[in-house]
Structure formats: structure tokens, C-alpha cells
């Protein structure tokens, strides 16, 4: 009934809705965001994790800290999982998170801004000081229709900040991304950018470069001037995220001897590259990646992981999500694991087995020529415990789409509670 309502009204008319939403919200709970730095992140792939990492940095450097992600909410000392579903709370729920953040005595607040909030002006009537460019690939394509439009939504976040009326406004940006440029364009007090390929642009007024990059199963070490980093996370998309943080920190003000101490302590993000170790004779690794290029900086990633098989658990979300993305998924799981098993996600009122077939049409292209082995499993608990038990030791089991999320979305706006690394720690005692 809520689909057909929005169908029905002109979309000018519900932008003013939301607008006015945003606005009464933030007067509502008397203009919160203006009472503490606040940080906005965006971009495609990176966002919750470049969160985690530069709340951590700040408390590091023993101030108090608050922030929303697509993960976990964080109030001072207290920090719990995300169960709503979204990445940006509505209107109402976000400015009370800020009130909270800024009654606790926060003196920053990290929020992770989508797209689709942006589209919602679910960012209005928030006090952005800084914002966070990690990178930009094609994503949420059918909720913008086309890449141009989901850039623009982007891009207007970075126009409300040019706007605000502060002495100081900053932009930190990931100068190797291609669309960086685009993120630049705007007045602002500082111009910072960051990079693993030397990309030094006229365009900000500082870079920091990473050097020395090391990278094993152990985890990842880079150097940014004379100072070095450890991270005991994979990856080289970990190190982009790391050095994001660093550098926004740096740019409040924390000196990259603090950040390198507090990344250091990150022994894992939920649901981001989190290994589940229950003392099985294999390796388990749990991961969100819910697009193509995520899955292929994690594919990437775990290159530097020693194992014999690899055997992948995937699905692909519904309710309009680049439903063109699906075959391309199962072609890339089919390329690069020995073993792919299909299973649900988040169908929302889509068709949970159609999505499990378009997955299953890329992945029988490869699977075709090479001879793998392809499970369709609809019920994702029983795909979870397929896979756990065609494991044999030193092998690999990577079970990616949910992360550390909270529910399963199925039809008629319903939630299934649920979380894969739980429901693995449950299949692992069964088997």
C-alpha cells in the first residue's frame, strides 16, 4: 500500500514532503548537529568501516564520539548493532540520535550518508563540518535511474556543505577515484586528499600518500610520511579505508602517531572481513559485499589468505536492487570459487527463487567450462550448513550479502531476524 501511495503522488510533491520532514525533525529536537563537529561519509563501498575506524582514532585521542553506519549506532560508551534495515535513519530517529549523541556530551558524530537518504533530504537540517569522499562504482542504478543520477545524489550532500555558513568546511577525498574531481568542485576551507597511487591533484590542497604497503592473511602494513601502520585486517580496500580515517582525523587535528595506535586495536568491524573461528579445521570468513565491485576488492582481498578450496555463499537483494547486477555476481563467484552455493538474501516482494536463478544463469556460463560444482539453495540456514559441510580442512567457506546484519526482508515489509555469523556458530555445532 505504501508503494502504490508514492506511485500515485507527484515526485515534486513528496520531495517537499520530505524536505519539510527533515527541517521539522531538526527543530524538533532543537537543531542537534550544531552542538558538536559533525562528519558525514559517503560513497559506494567503505562507508561503515571508515566510520568504525575514525571513531576510533578520536577516542583514541580522548575525546567522545557518536555515529550512525549501516552496522552499529555508537553513543559514547555505548554501541550496538543496526537492526533497522537502513543506512540513514529517518528524519525523526537521526535527529533524535543526535540529540542523544549531543546530550551524552559527543563532541563529534560520524554519520554515514547514502544516496537514498540524500534523495530523501534525510541529510537536511543536519550541521555537516566535514565530509568523506571514499570512491563512487555503479550501484542502487534502478532506485536513481542511472549512474548520473546516483552520482548527483552524492553530490548534492557536498552542495549542502558549500552552502552551510561556517568558518570551517572541509572535504577529505579519495584521489584515485576517477570521479574525485566531481567531489572537489565545491568552495570549501580545506581540500584534503588521500591516495595509494601517488595521485597528487592540483585541485586539493594536500594529499597524504601510502607507502611501503605490506599485505598477509595476518593483515596489512603501510607507512603514511614517517609514521607506520598495522592493521589486522586483508586487503588493500582495508588500507584505503584505513588511511580515509587517518587523514580525517589528521584533519581534526589528531596526529597520525594516535590513529596508527588506535587502528592498531581494531581486531575486527562486524560483518566486514570477520573471520568466525570456532575452532573448526577450515577457515570462515563473513563478509557484506553486496555488489560487483565490493565483491571484487574482497576477492582481492583474500588472495592473501592461504587455503586449499574455496566455497562461496551468495545471493543478491531484491525490491528493485540492480537486478542486472545478478548474473554478473554468479559469473564472478563461478570464476573465482571451487564450490558456489546460491541462496537468498533480501527478496523483499521480489521473487526469492528468480533472484536464485538469474545468479545461478551467470554462474553456469563458467560452471559450464570449468566444471564447477553449483548448489541453489533457497533457505539460506540450509545453504549456510551445505557449505560448512562440503568444508574439508585448510579450505575457505565465505559466505558474503549480509554482513553483520540483523534481518532477512521478505515480502509485505516483514523482517526475519538474523544474523549469518550467529546462525554459522549454530550449523558449525550441528555438524
Known amino acids: 500500500m505504501k508503494n502504490i501511495v508514492k506511485k500515485l503522488i507527484p515526485t515534486f510533491v513528496l520531495n517537499i514532503y520530505h524536505w519539510l520532514l527533515a527541517q521539522f525533525a531538526a527543530y524538533y529536537y532543537a537543531y542537534p548537529s550544531t552542538k558538536m563537529t559533525v562528519i558525514g561519509v559517503t560513497g559506494t563501498n567503505g562507508k561503515s568501516t571508515t566510520v568504525n575506524m575514525l571513531a576510533a582514532c578520536i577516542e583514541e585521542a580522548g575525546f567522545k564520539v557518536g555515529f550512525a553506519t549501516t552496522i552499529n549506532f555508537k553513543i559514547g560508551v555505548r554501541e550496538w548493532l543496526n537492526e533497522e534495515k537502513m543506512t540513514m535513519l529517518g528524519r525523526f530517529k537521526l535527529q533524535k540520535l543526535l540529540y542523544q549523541m549531543a546530550e551524552s556530551d559527543c563532541r563529534y558524530a560520524l554519520i554515514e550518508t547514502s544516496s537514498e537518504g540524500i534523495k ?8 555537516y563540518d566535514v565530509l568523506v569522499f571514499t570512491n563512487l562504482t555503479p550501484e542502487h542504478i534502478e532506485a536513481h535511474g542511472s549512474f548520473e543520477n546516483y552520482k548527483k545524489s552524492k553530490l548534492k550532500l557536498f552542495r549542502h556543505l558549500e552552502r552551510a555558513n561556517k568558518k570551517y568546511k572541509k572535504i577529505i577525498a579519495n584521489t584515485d577515484d576517477k570521479h574525485v574531481n566531481d567531489f572537489l568542485n565545491f568552495r570549501v576551507t580545506d581540500k584534503i586528499g588521500f591516495t595509494l597511487k601517488g595521485n597528487d591533484l592540483d585541485t586539493v590542497d594536500k594529499t597524504y600518500a601510502v607507502e611501503n604497503i605490506k599485505s598477509n592473511e595476518r593483515g596489512s602494513s603501510f607507512d603514511i610520511l614517517d609514521r607506520h601502520f598495522h592493521l589486522n585486517l586483508i586487503g588493500e580496500f582495508q588500507i584505503y579505508n584505513a588511511i580515509a580515517a587517518a587523514t580525517t582525523a589528521k584533519a581534526l587535528g589528531i596526529d597520525f602517531k594516535i590513529s596508527s595506535a588506535a587502528l592498531k586495536k581494531i581486531k575486527s568491524i562486524p560483518g566486514r572481513v570477520e573471520f568466525i573461528n570456532e575452532n573448526q579445521p577450515f577457515k570462515i570468513l563473513v563478509d557484506y559485499a553486496p555488489e560487483i565491485e565490493s565483491l571484487k576488492r574482497l576477492y582481492q582481498g583474500i588472495d592473501s589468505i592461504k587455503y586449499k578450496k574455496l566455497i562461496h555463499v551468495l545471493g543478491s537483494c ?28 533480501d527478496p523483499y516482494d521480489d521473487d526469492p527463487q528468480k533472484i536464485i536463478d538469474d545468479i545461478a544463469a551467470g554462474a ?41 546484519e540483523q534481518a532477512i526482508c521478505v515480502a509485505g515489509g516483514k523482517k526475519v531476524a538474523w544474523d549469518d555469523r550467529e546462525v554459522i556458530k549454530e550449523e558449525l555445532k550441528k555438524i
Open 120 to 127: 530523501q533530504f534525510r541529510h537536511m537540517g543536519i550541521d
Open 318 to 345: 531484491g525490491g528493485g536492487r540492480d537486478i542486472a547486477r545478478r548474473p554478473i555476481l554468479g559469473q564472478m563467484a563461478a570464476t573465482k570459487a571451487d564450490k558456489i552455493i546460491i541462496t537468498n538474501e
Open 364 to 404: 553456469s556460463k563458467v560452471a559450464q567450462v570449468t566444471g564447477k560444482s553449483i548448489y541453489k539453495i533457497l533457505d539460506r540456514r540450509e545453504a549456510i550448513n551445505k557449505a560448512l559441510s562440503l568444508a574439508k580442512e585448510d579450505d575457505l567457506v565465505l559466505i558474503t550479502g549480509k554482513g553483520a
